[in-house]
C-alpha cells in the first residue's frame, strides 16, 4: 500500500493509553495524526503521556514525520479537557463581549495549555454565521449572527491560536448556521444560494483566510441550489471552484468527522474516502468507528489502482500535509510534564475565561491593543 494515504487520515483512539494494536496501527500505514477526545482524558498527565506516546512512534514510520495530535476545543459545551484545565466559555459570549483583544488572549491562553500537553492542532474557531437562531447543531458555539463581528472575532482568535505554536481549523466551510437538523444524525439540505453565500457565510472563511489559517473543515451539507448532487464533502464545484479558485486558499482542506451519519447513512463505507479525495479534501477525518479506517485505506488502494484516484492528486494533498508539518511541528521546543502542569489551569487564563463569561473585561486589559 502507497505510504503516501496513511499520511492524508486521522484516526481517533479508543481510551486513555496508546494501544499496542493502535500503535502497530498507526506506523505500519503511516498514518498522519490522531483526534483526542473526552473519552481520551483523565487528567493533564495522563493525556501529556498520551501525546508522549503517539509521538514517539515516529522513528518507526515511513515519513518519520511529526503526527497531528488534536482536538475540539472551542469552549463551552465543546470542551474535550475538563478541569484543572481552564473552562471556557461558549463563543457566543465572546461574541457579545466583542472584543478583539480578548479574542485574541482566549486563543493564545487555550493554545497554551493545549500546546504544553502535546496537542499541536485544535478544530477551532467555528467561523460559522448563526443566520438560524434555532439551529441544532451551532447555536452558542457560534460568535454571532453579524459576518464582519464573526470575522474580526475569529481573526483574534486564530492569531491567539498561532501565537502559542497551535494551528488553528476554520469550521464548518462553507457555513453550518443556517442549517435546521444536524449532521451528526442525518445530511442537512439547505436552500441557501451562492450569492447569499457570498454576502454572508463566506465572508469570515475569506478574510480568516489572511490570517495565516492553514487548514478548514469541511461540513457535511447538500446546499441544492448550488450542487444538488454532492454534499459539500464531495462536491468539485464547492471545493475547487469556489475555496481554491475564487477563495484562492492554498492550505489543508480536512473532512469533518467521515462516521458522522450525514454521510454514512447514504454512503457506503467505501466510497466515502474515495469520493471525498476526488473531490479535493486533503485529509480524512475518523473520530469515533476504529473499524472504518482499515476499510478506508483497503478503498483507497483499489481506487488508486483502478484509476479512480489519480497519484497527482495524492501527492498534492501529501505534500500540502507535509509542508504544514515541517512548517509548524517539526521544530517546537518540547514542553516538560513539570512545565505542563506549571501551564494547565493557570490562574491568568481563569481570568480571561471569567472576564469572557461575565462580559466584564478586567482593567489590566482594559487599555491593551493586543
Known amino acids: ?47 501529556y503521556q498520551l501525546c508522549k506516546s503517539i509521538q514517539d512512534l515516529q522513528p518507526r514510520m515511513a515519513d518519520k514525520a511529526p503526527l497531528f495530535v488534536s482536538v475540539d476545543m472551542e469552549g463551552g459545551r465543546v470542551q474535550r479537557f475538563k478541569e484543572p484545565f481552564t473552562i471556557w466559555p461558549a463563543l457566543e459570549k465572546l461574541g457579545k463581549l466583542g472584543s478583539n483583544s480578548m479574542a485574541f488572549r482566549m486563543g493564545q491562553a487555550m493554545g497554551e495549555e493545549l500546546r504544553s500537553v502535546g496537542v499541536n492542532l485544535n478544530f477551532a474557531p467555528c467561523v460559522d454565521v448563526l443566520s438560524n437562531p434555532s439551529n441544532p447543531v451551532i447555536g452558542d458555539r457560534s460568535l454571532g449572527d453579524d459576518p464582519e463581528k464573526v470575522t474580526s472575532l475569529a481573526s483574534g482568535l486564530v492569531r491567539g491560536f498561532i501565537k502559542a505554536n497551535i494551528i488553528p481549523c476554520a469550521k464548518h466551510y462553507p457555513g453550518h448556521g443556517n442549517t435546521t437538523v444536524d449532521s451528526h444524525l442525518e445530511l442537512p439540505v439547505e436552500e441557501t444560494d451562492l450569492d447569499t453565500l457570498r454576502e454572508r457565510e463566506l465572508i469570515p472563511f475569506k478574510k480568516v483566510f489572511r490570517s495565516r489559517i492553514d487548514m478548514v473543515l469541511v461540513a457535511h451539507i447538500l446546499f441544492k441550489n448550488i450542487d444538488p448532487d454532492h ?20 492550505g489543508v482542506v480536512v473532512s469533518d468527522d467521515l462516521d458522522m451519519k450525514a454521510l454514512a447513512a447514504n454512503y457506503t463505507a467505501e466510497e466515502i474516502p474515495v469520493k471525498a479525495l476526488q473531490a479535493g479534501i486533503d485529509l480524512l477525518l475518523y473520530c469515533n468507528e476504529p473499524e472504518k479506517p482499515p476499510i478506508a485505506f483497503e478503498a483507497l488502494d483499489k481506487a488508486l489502482k483502478d484509476k479512480q484516484l489519480s497519484m497527482a492528486s495524492i501527492d498534492e494533498s501529501y505534500n500540502r500535509i507535509m509542508e504544514l508539518k515541517k512548517n509548524k511541528l517539526a521544530k517546537l521546543p518540547p514542553v516538560s510534564q513539570e512545565e505542563a502542569l506549571a501551564i494547565v489551569g493557570n490562574p491568568q487564563s481563569a481570568i480571561i475565561a471569567e472576564a469572557i463569561a461575565s462580559g466584564q473585561i478586567p482593567e489590566e486589559f482594559a487599555n491593551s491593543t493586543t
Open 1 to 47: 500500500m502507497n505510504h503516501k494515504l496513511g499520511q492524508l487520515m486521522m484516526i481517533g483512539l479508543e481510551g486513555t493509553t496508546l494501544t499496542p494494536d493502535e500503535a502497530e496501527f498507526i506506523v505500519l500505514h503511516n498514518v498522519g495524526g490522531v483526534c483526542l477526545f473526552s473519552r481520551n482524558y483523565e487528567s493533564p498527565e495522563q493525556v
Open 231 to 250: 454534499p459539500v464533502t464531495f462536491s468539485k464545484k464547492f471545493l475547487q471552484d469556489i475555496l481554491r479558485d475564487e477563495l484562492r486558499y492554498r
